[in-house]
């Protein structure tokens, strides 16, 4: 996931005035900037759905009823999505593949995506939103930051954890980052990093808002420390709350444009529903060291969008278990292994999380996890990660 984490880096102690440094080393994984996309499929009701979501996101349309009507059109349009309707692939076409279709044919898809080695798949109605995102990026692909999801394989794996530090060693460096709580009924992120006594906007008051949302009133409204913004749940925010998901899609769209990396804490998917993780461009899923926690973490994979992901295993390491067998198990690349750290859970507890930020291993970990997902260097190895937009040979549905 090649982001624009750096394009809004804060003036600091020994830094100069906000500067956008390009620090885009990889291939992006977005298309570009065409904003035409090609729908093969003989299914009215597919036509419909993508149809209604293509005008939402300010996209044109083509429609082929079989692959023999889309030959020689695929290089007038930015990415192809296939109905599960639809057998085969589109010869000659080597860009962005998403296979759409119904719920009811989700696990054909699937079969369908590996098969044509499609990019993404899009479960309609389901997926609606996240295609609509996908859309936007088609339209606009260098607007906006990155925003990554930070996910458990299993329950306790340590997300909350793992997502502080992320953002609070990027905001270190300088950018601007905007850590999110995504789960509700999570016991807030406010206390992992010392932030209830600061004033500022939570979920709650956002939720209530209508309309579109100014970018630079949002990150003024925020809590905010040492260049990270949090957004969280106040503690009674979650007993109150009411689906709003086009009030959280607004949020999300305002804080790509405030902010130069967005780190996403995702709860872990009950069914199908991911709340903000359908948002996000990729995930960090965090897996303990063991094989019982690999076998969860597959089935969480499953409810995941057709997003990379990568790996990161949570020590301590077991006899016979290592990092790159539990990544193997996965079919993921490799990020980084996060080991027992002495007086990390005394600084959870004390809210002081952000103080290991500096740790050495921290840093080596986070390290990786920023260099992947700047599309920097080869997952698996020190201090660098597997492109998000690189697609290894053997690569599954989400682009492992």
Not at 4 to 10: E, I, P
Not at 298 to 312: D, M, Q, S, T, Y
Not at 330 to 347: D, T, Y
Request: proline share 6%; charged share 20%; hydrophobic share 45%.
């Amino acid at each position: 996931m090649t982001t624009h984490m750096n394009a809004r880096r804060t003036a600091g102690p020994g830094r100069g005035p906000m500067v956008s440094e390009p620090l885009e080393r990889g291939a992006p994984w977005l298309p570009g900037q065409e904003t035409t996309v090609m729908m093969v499929s003989a299914s009215p009701a597919l036509h419909g759905e993508v149809g209604r979501v293509c005008a939402a996101a300010a996209v044109g349309l083509v429609i082929a009823e079989t692959m023999e009507d889309g030959g020689g059109k695929w290089g007038e349009v930015a990415a192809v999505l296939i109905g599960s309707d639809v057998p085969g692939g589109l010869a000659g076409w080597r860009g962005p593949t998403v296979v759409v279709g119904r719920a009811e044919d989700a696990g054909r898809m699937w079969l369908q995506a590996a098969r044509l080695g499609a990019d993404r798949v899009a479960v309609l109605p389901d997926s609606a939103q996240w295609l609509a995102n996908y859309f936007t990026r088609l339209r606009e692909p260098a607007a906006g930051a990155g925003v990554v999801g930070i996910i458990g394989g299993c329950g306790g794996a340590g997300t909350s954890t793992l997502a502080a530090l992320i953002a609070g060693l990027e905001a270190s460096r300088g950018t601007q980052v905007l850590l999110v709580d995504g789960d509700p009924w999570g016991g807030g992120l406010d206390s992992a990093v010392a932030a209830e006594g600061l004033s500022g906007l939570r979920w709650p008051d956002l939720l209530q808002a209508s309309g579109a949302i100014n970018p630079e009133q949002l990150a003024a409204s925020l809590p905010a420390m040492d260049g990270l913004s949090l957004l969280s749940w106040s503690a009674d925010g979650a007993a109150g709350r009411a689906a709003a998901p086009a009030a959280e899609a607004e949020v999300m769209r305002a804080a790509r444009v405030a902010y130069g990396l967005v780190v996403v804490d995702v709860r872990r998917p009950a069914g199908h529903a991911l709340g903000l993780g359908v948002h996000c461009d990729g995930f960090v899923m965090i897996v303990p060291a063991r094989l019982r926690a690999a076998a969860a973490a597959e089935r969480v994979l499953e409810a995941l969008p057709a997003a990379p992901v990568g790996a990161v295993v949570a020590g301590p390491l077991r006899d016979g278990v290592d990092a790159r067998l539990v990544s193997d198990a996965l079919g993921l690349p490799l990020l980084g292994s996060l080991p027992r750290i002495k007086g990390l859970e005394e600084a959870l507890d004390a809210g002081r999380l952000l103080d290991m930020a500096t740790h050495r291993k921290v840093r080596r970990l986070v390290a990786g996890i920023l260099a992947w997902l700047a599309g920097d260097g080869a997952a698996g190895t020190p201090g660098s990660g597997q492109p998000v937009g690189g697609r290894p040979a053997g690569a599954g549905r989400h682009g492992r």
